[in-house]
């Protein structure tokens, strides 16, 4: 799921659960990074989830279905 795909810090944040307080303290960290770090932070998750792109998701399943 998502918490494989995502490095916490790096292209975007994992919380531990539901927990408000967590929740919270996340959405203050992004809204307080400077606009570098968050641009940065753009950059990595675009870049993160490219290989599931519909095309390469696709790719990947016709090949499975071809062999």
Known sequence: GCVNMIE???N??????FD????YDMIDSFINMKAAERHHMRINSIES??????ENSAS????????
Do not use: A, D
Not at 12 to 17: A, L
């Open 20 to 23: 408000e307080v967590e929740y």
């Open 8 to 10: 916490n810090g790096v």
């Open 12 to 17: 975007g944040f994992i919380t531990s659960g």
């Open 49 to 54: 989830f490219r290989k599931f792109s519909i």
């Open 60 to 67: 990947s399943y016709m090949l499975i279905y071809q062999s």
